[in-house]
């Protein structure tokens, strides 16, 4: 599951936007002006940031410009009125990937994120492949050797980021970050309960535990990491 960080003042659009997103997988932190924005950043935890321009205590465009020049390179995906044309061209300029004029279709956004994540992980193509394991982001579907495999929305979100990353060993700690928005409550095993469930899914050589340090998809080829 992807992070996202909606900062946006209108209690409404703030409300369906953040509905929307989670319905579609996403984990949604959502914050209403410009310094909570960055304070949320600051914490690097998030995935991409959906930003609208007109924030109170800080302007979008200078949390962005903000955001840029301190090298982070997360996707940012700016929102603005429609007649805000000068307003989207300095967002681009100060380093957004992509906009969205309001009013704004969810599914739209939701499609938008997804390649924006895609092309920062460096890949054009719209579905994971690992060996015989494969992923489609769009579909959250999970295939095993061209079989579909039944996955909870969670699982999925374990996996995706576990195969993000190959050959990476992931703590549960930043397991439960992909999982979680911050007013979601993480039940202390929740992460090695699903871990188990995918092995269940998967067979045990897919997954593979580092004791004492968390888990990681064993790069292709390796077979050494301990289970
Ligand atoms: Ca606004």
């Not at 600051?42 to 959906?50: F, G, I, K, S, T």
């Not at 579905?127 to 495999?149: C, M, N, Q, T, W």
């Not at 970050?177 to 202390?188: A, F, Q, T």
């Amino acid at each position: 599951m992807m992070r996202v960080l909606l900062a946006e003042d209108d209690p409404m659009i703030g409300a369906s936007v953040r509905r929307g997103l989670a319905q579609d997988g996403f984990a949604v932190d959502w914050v209403a002006d410009g310094r909570a924005a960055q304070a949320a950043l600051a914490e690097r935890v998030h995935d991409a940031l959906v930003l609208d321009l007109g924030l109170p205590r800080q302007a979008g465009l200078d949390v962005l410009t903000a955001m840029r020049r301190a090298g982070d390179t997360r996707p940012v995906l700016i929102t603005t009125a429609r007649d805000a044309i000068a307003d989207r061209v300095a967002g681009l300029d100060a380093g957004a990937d992509d906009y969205l004029v309001k009013p704004f279709d969810l599914d739209e956004l939701a499609a938008r994120l997804r390649a924006l994540l895609r092309r920062g992980a460096g890949r054009a193509a719209p579905k994971i492949a690992y060996g015989a394991l494969e992923l489609d982001p769009a579909a959250r579907e999970v295939r095993l050797g061209g079989a579909p495999v039944e996955v909870s929305p969670r699982e999925f979100a374990l996996l995706a980021a576990l195969l993000a990353r190959p050959g990476a060993i992931l703590s549960r700690a930043q397991l439960e970050d992909k999982l979680y928005g911050w007013d979601e409550s993480v039940e202390s095993n929740t992460v090695e309960v699903h871990i188990h469930a995918l092995r269940k899914k998967l067979g045990p050589d897919v997954i593979r535990n580092v004791r004492g340090v968390g888990w990681m998809i064993a790069k292709a080829g390796t077979s050494e990491a301990t289970r």
